[in-house]
């Protein structure tokens, strides 16, 4: 594993043998969503004609399709930590969001039955899994869930 200077101080992990095709390159480091990414742009005849990320060079992939970092650092772009998905399966590794307060994924306080509140999405519905006195047991039921319906993707509440 090889270290790429980014700006903003960060650094891309990349493969050995992908180091001395990629590091020919400036990168920069963009913030997209709360996340960090490796992305440089692209010039033709010295005018600019867009972007290319980082994961996605390395992955070669077409437009239609998503790149997913298993270990949910968007700057570790090294092979084994990245596939091929779809929105969706990329959707189901996301980290906890900002506006949490359970500190859970999958688990919000249900302020007219006074309980936590287990659900998971699944593709564009959402599925109830319960209401629980504390949010740990919510937690506990988004994760059987996760395993079940996200399979590899699944992005599990550390309890």
Known sequence: MK????????????DDDMFEYLNQWKWYAKKSCN????????RINKK???????HRLIMNVEKDFFIDHVDGCSLNNQKNNLRICTHAENMRNKKLPINNTS???????HKHTKKWMGFIRINTKQLHL??????????KAYN???IKFHGEFAKLNEI
């Open 130 to 139: 319960g209401l629980f006195s504390n949010a740990i047991d919510g937690a």
């Open 48 to 54: 600019y004609a867009g972007y290319v990320l980082m």
């Open 35 to 42: 996340n960090f990414y490796a992305k440089r742009n692209i």
């Open 103 to 109: 500190g859970f994924k999958g688990v919000y306080w």
């Open 144 to 146: 059987e869930a996760a």
């Open 3 to 14: 270290e790429i200077q980014l700006t903003q101080g960060k650094v891309a992990l990349v």
